[in-house]
Every structure is written in structure tokens, then in C-alpha cells.
């Protein structure tokens, strides 16, 4: 028997982190790949395709931007392969992980060629080749957007067919299968496109989930999924569904998990195809709640349901999913109390709401041990607090604020981790990769200690004063050289948040933090060039006499944002208008202490600004009460600067509405 076709690179590093841009060791593992698709024996073309299959995840999505043109043209003739039922199959597996990185742009070339593929394979193949061709189709469908509109007529008449007729147990994951694409395909077109289907679809599914399914019927799982996917595209429409649906969506959130342990050495492998293993899940990954009023009866099961699953040992994506539909249960109370839809209940089930929701987040918080999670974690406690922040009690806050510590403290040990694990003899090339892998999870979680201090900071203002002083001591070591363009933009952002929103009360922060906003607008990183810059403004709107002795400085330090070569780059950009706002503040704010006719005309001199939509309608509005009240400096002597101006309206009126009110 003849070998199959091997990677040295794949058994080495499992291809991660070999692929860099020209890599050229990684084009030598695809091309030989390619070499094998023509190979005259099925297993040496069936090893090749899954080389593809396999690349395509550990090289996604670089694979799928250079390679395209190669992997499916290659796919494609390997799906004709009509002698060889498992190379079909094969193939059509490999287009699903091809596509699972693949942006619509891409695809979009391939897809009438793929999409016709597909549905041969769907309409005549073995059962095994049907199978994976429809979850094939499922991924082009999600990866080609609203591009995949076009086949709608083709493919949602034969999807409902198998719906409709596959039924023998042999056909059980067909049928799922198709309910999954259709519900996909509905929530990708439209309730406009997708309602003439929809009723159809719905029966069908209630008629299953009326029926006794076997303990193994894939259908109850992927039926979960698709009520979810059909209520996002139904909206409200979807409210008669609701009592029907709830009930085994809350049973099946409650099952005991079933766990199969194997040790690394036995014999027992998981064929990677096999379609009726699946990880555990809560619906599509997640209970999606669309925020609604109607859903306000099922609140409380939820809650009740979910809220333990914040603390699921067994899957780390349950853990994130049960987090991420807090916020939405708050909202969806919160809704139905303004809307007068919550059956006699008023704001006092809103914060009994949040004190049994909240605490258990934040609790979740401080045990979570995966850093991505940690981060999903802070972002539903943000969105928690942004619905019911006014219902915290001090006790709660200091508990988040504690919580928001002990975070900072941990990414700080991980971080001294990572940095010894680096000075390492055998760190090598997949460590490297791994690692940055790593720190991107923590910019990210910084990323989210940010927005959760900056919605407390908002919603209690100055009375957050004194947890500001608490955690003072560990913001300011965040503006650090040493320290990452992450840490030390979000600590730059906080103390902005403190200077807006607390205004007279937060002066006397001024003399500590003022120094590092200052050096921080000609920071090398442009994000953190951009929030100083924008801090800079505010402190001169509501600085008063406590800016006023660094207006100078501060004007240098904006005048080397704006006057760089390349400020008006794609990556400076948005620093550059921030720089030309907290400019435009400082001639409103502090024109006495300034060369007017010198800083004022220079200020014009940059607009108008296009990138920051919201700031340039700020800049531009300030710009129209500029020439309503004739600013002298702005005019200029014997009106010099009136032909700019006009130029800059025309400018602004091309653009619509985006840089004006």
C-alpha cells in the first residue's frame, strides 16, 4: 500500500506559527498537498485533502487569503471524485474548514462554482457524502453573507424537502443538518425574505419536538439552535413561539453534564468527522436573548437556570455564554418595566434582578482561569452595569472594584510568566506564536477593565471618587515605559473618564496624572497617542485655572501630533483628530492664554477632519458658531480667511451627513 503523503512541518509544529507572510516552508507543506489531488490511489488523494482540511484551520486565515485561487479549484475537482464516495466526503469536509476562515470577498468568486458542487453531492451522493456536504453548504452560507441571497430559490426548496421526508433513523443527521442551514440561510436573508418559509419551517419543528426522540436524535440539539437563529430573523413575530419553545430550552440548560474521560494512551480515538460527537454547548454556543419586552415572563427560569452555569466546571464556553445573556435578561426586564409590560412588577424587581445577577458575575470573575473568558466575563459585568449601574449599593461596588484589582494583579504575575518563559533555552518559533497569542488576550482584558471602571466612573461620577483613590496606586504604574500600549491606554482613558465626568471634583487629580497624559501625546503607539490627545482636550474644557499654566505645553505637544509627516496616515489618523479637537477646545477655552491670531488660524488650517465622525461634527458645529458671531481671529484681517472657510463647507456639505449636523 502506498504512503500517504506527509508533512514534516505539520508533525513538528502542527503548522502553527510557521506561516509568515512568504513563509516559504509552509508553501512547500501546500504544494505538496496540491502535487497529491491527481495521485491515481483514493487514500493518497484522501491524506491530501485533509493536509488542505488541516492547513486551512492551523494557517487560517493567511492560508485562505495567498492560497484561495489553489485550495478551491483543487476542492472543487476533488468533489467530482464520484468513484470514491470517502474523497467526496473529504472534500466537502475541507471546503467547511477552508470556508470557516474565509471572508465573503474571497468566497464570493468561487461561490457559484462551490455552491453547485455542493448541491450535487447534497442531491445524489451516499448518505455520508450528503452529510458533509450540507455542513459544507452551511459554512459557505455564514462565510458569503448576504452574497448567498441569490441561491435562495435553489436551495431552501430542497432543504425543506429533507426536513419534510428524511425520516428514518438513518437520516437523522441530514435532517438536523438541513435544519440548521435553513435556519442560517433565514437569519442571513431576512424576515421580508425568509416569512413566506418561515410558518412552514416552524411546524415542522414543533411537530419534532412534539414526537418522542430518541435519548441519541441529534434533531433536540440542533433544534435549540435553530429556534434561536429563527427567533433572531422573526424578531417579534416570534413571540407566539415562545411558551412552546422555552420550556425544553430551559430543560435541556439544565442537564447534568455527560462527561467520557479516556486516558492519552488508550486506544479510543474521536474520528474528527464524525458529526454526532459535539462538544458541550448551550444552543448555538450561547442562549441568544434578543432584548425584548415579550420576553419578560421567562426572566426569572432563566436567571435561575443560568446564573449556576456562570460557574460551569466543564465547558468554557457554556461559562461565556451563561455570561453573556446577564446583560440581556437586565434588559429585557428593564424594557418591559418602561414599556409597562411586566405584569405589576416596577424598579424594584430590577435591582432584586441585579443584586442576584451581579454578585454572581463578579464572583465568576475572580474564578474564572481562562483569560479570554475572564475578559467576555468584565464585558457582560460592563453591559450588567450600564442597564442597572444606579441600583448598585456601595457594598457592590467596591465589590467589582476589588474584583477589578485582583484582575490587574493577575495579568501582572502572567505577564512576569510569559517574560521568564521567553529567556527560556528551547523557546522557539510556536512558543513565540503562543505567547503573542497570550498578550493579545491581555490587551483585551485591559480593554474590558477599562470600559467597566469608565461605565462606573459615568454612572456614579463623583461619588466614585473615593474607589478612584483606591485604585490609584495601581492605575499609575500602569503609565509605565515598561508597560504595554494597552495598559497604559486604558489607564489613560479612566483618569479621562474622571476628568469629564467628575469635572470640579477631579482637579485635584490633575497635578499627578496631567504629567503622563502630556508625554503620552507623542507615545509611539498611535491608540495611545489618540486618547491622550482627546484628554487633553478635556481637561482644557473643564480644567479651568488648574490648566491653564500648561496651555503652552500643551500646545507643543499637539502640534507635533498635527504637524507630523504622516498624521493623517490610516494609523494616525484618528490621534490627528482627536489633536485638532482638544486644539479647537483650548482656542474656546482658553483664548487668553493664547496667541489667538496665531493658534486660531493654524487651527483652521486642519479641517476639516473626516475620520472621527463624531468629534468632526463637534469640531464643525463649534466652526458654524465661529463665523455666526464673525471670531475675528477666525475671519482674519480684511476677511483673509473667508475663501478657506467656504472651501471647508463645501467640503463638509460633500459628505453628507456624516461630518455635520
Not at 447534497?122 to 455520508?128: C, D, P, V
Not at 469629564?500 to 507623542?522: G, I, Q, T
Not at 486642519?606 to 458658531?625: F, M, N, R, Y
Request: proline share 4%; charged share 25%.
Amino acid at each position: 500500500m502506498e504512503k500517504a503523503p506527509c508533512c514534516a512541518h505539520c508533525h513538528r509544529t502542527n503548522c502553527r506559527g510557521l506561516f509568515k507572510g512568504d513563509d516559504k516552508e509552509s508553501g512547500v507543506c501546500i504544494v505538496n498537498g496540491f502535487k497529491s489531488f491527481s495521485h491515481p490511489h483514493p487514500r493518497v488523494r484522501w491524506a491530501a485533502i485533509n493536509v488542505i482540511g488541516q492547513l486551512s484551520i492551523n494557517l487560517g486565515p493567511h492560508l485562505q487569503v495567498k492560497y484561495h485561487h489553489l485550495v478551491l479549484l483543487a476542492l472543487a475537482g476533488a468533489m467530482d471524485d464520484f468513484q470514491n464516495a470517502r474523497v467526496q466526503a473529504h472534500a466537502a469536509s475541507a471546503v467547511l474548514r477552508f470556508t470557516v476562515n474565509c471572508t465573503a470577498d474571497i468566497l464570493i468568486p468561487y461561490l457559484d462554482g462551490i455552491v453547485s458542487k455542493l448541491f450535487v453531492l447534497l442531491q445524489g451522493g451516499k448518505l455520508m457524502v450528503q452529510e458533509r456536504a450540507l455542513t459544507a453548504l452551511t459554512s459557505v452560507v455564514e462565510s458569503s453573507e448576504e452574497k448567498f441571497e441569490k441561491y435562495y430559490d435553489v436551495v431552501i426548496p430542497y432543504l425543506k424537502a429533507i426536513l419534510l421526508n428524511a425520516n428514518d433513523k438513518s437520516n437523522r443527521l441530514l435532517r438536523a443538518k438541513a435544519m440548521e442551514c435553513i435556519s442560517l440561510v433565514g437569519m442571513l436573508v431576512g424576515k421580508a425574505k425568509f416569512s413566506d418559509d418561515a410558518k412552514q419551517v416552524m411546524d415542522v419543528l414543533m411537530s419534532l419536538q412534539q414526537s418522542q426522540l430518541d435519548a441519541d436524535d441529534p434533531t433536540a440539539s440542533y433544534m435549540i439552535q435553530a429556534w434561536g437563529r429563527l427567533c433572531r430573523c422573526l424578531g417579534q413575530d416570534f413571540l407566539p413561539y415562545m411558551g412552546f419553545v422555552m420550556p425544553p430550552l430551559l430543560q435541556s440548560a439544565q442537564l447534568k453534564p455527560d462527561v467520557s474521560i479516556t486516558s492519552t494512551d488508550s486506544d479510543a480515538e474521536f474520528d474528527e468527522d464524525d458529526d454526532s460527537i459535539e462538544t458541550i454547548t448551550l444552543g448555538d454556543k450561547r442562549i441568544g436573548i434578543k432584548t425584548s419586552e415579550g420576553f419578560f415572563p421567562w426572566i426569572d427560569q432563566v436567571a435561575s437556570t443560568l446564573v449556576p452555569l456562570l460557574a460551569f466546571d466543564f465547558s468554557e464556553e457554556v461559562r461565556d455564554a451563561a455570561a453573556t445573556t446577564m446583560p440581556e435578561l437586565l434588559s429585557s426586564a428593564k424594557l418591559a418595566i418602561e414599556k409597562g409590560q411586566s405584569q405589576g412588577r416596577d424598579a424594584a424587581y430590577l435591582k432584586q434582578l441585579s443584586d442576584y445577577i451581579i454578585p454572581n458575575l463578579v464572583e465568576a470573575v475572580h474564578k474564572e482561569p481562562e483569560v479570554e473568558i475572564c475578559a467576555s466575563m468584565l464585558d457582560a459585568l460592563n453591559k450588567c452595569i450600564q442597564v442597572s449601574g444606579p441600583y448598585l449599593d456601595e457594598k457592590q461596588v467596591r465589590s467589582i472594584v476589588d474584583e477589578i484589582k485582583q484582575v490587574i494583579m493577575a495579568s501582572s504575575s502572567r505577564k512576569h510568566e510569559r517574560a521568564e518563559r521567553a529567556k527560556e533555552e528551547d523557546f522557539d518559533a510556536e512558543e513565540r506564536e503562543l505567547l503573542k497569542e497570550e498578550n493579545e488576550q491581555e490587551e483585551e482584558l485591559f480593554d474590558r477593565i477599562g470600559d467597566c471602571l469608565g461605565t462606573l466612573i459615568k454612572t456614579f461620577r463623583a461619588f466614585f471618587l473615593p474607589f478612584f483613590d483606591d485604585l490609584s496606586s495601581y492605575l499609575t504604574p500602569m503609565f509605565g515605559k515598561d508597560k504595554t500600549s494597552e495598559e497604559r491606554r486604558t489607564a489613560i482613558w479612566i483618569f479621562v473618564d474622571v476628568a469629564e465626568h467628575c469635572r470640579e471634583s477631579a482637579l485635584k487629580y490633575y497635578v499627578s496624572f496631567l504629567p503622563f497624559l502630556l508625554e503620552a501625546c507623542n507615545d509611539e503607539c498611535s491608540d495611545v497617542r489618540q486618547a491622550a490627545v482627546y484628554g487633553v482636550g478635556v481637561c482644557a474644557e473643564f480644567g479651568g485655572s488648574v490648566f491653564k499654566p500648561l496651555v503652552g505645553e500643551a500646545l507643543s505637544r499637539l502640534n507635533a501630533v498635527i504637524t507630523h509627516p504622516n498624521a493623517r496616515d490610516s494609523d494616525n489618523v484618528m490621534a490627528y483628530d482627536s489633536a485638532v479637537s482638544a486644539l479647537r477646545k483650548i482656542c474656546q477655552f482658553h483664548r487668553d492664554s493664547i496667541n489667538a491670531a496665531q493658534v486660531v488660524p493654524a487651527w483652521l488650517s486642519c479641517l476639516p477632519i473626516k475620520a472621527d465622525l463624531i468629534e468632526s461634527k463637534v469640531v464643525h458645529d463649534l466652526l458654524c458658531s465661529m463665523v455666526e458671531r464673525s471670531d475675528r481671529e477666525l475671519i482674519g484681517q480684511n476677511n483673509q480667511y473667508i475663501p478657506k472657510i467656504i472651501v471647508i463647507f463645501a467640503e463638509i456639505l460633500c459628505a453628507g451627513n456624516d461630518l455635520a449636523t
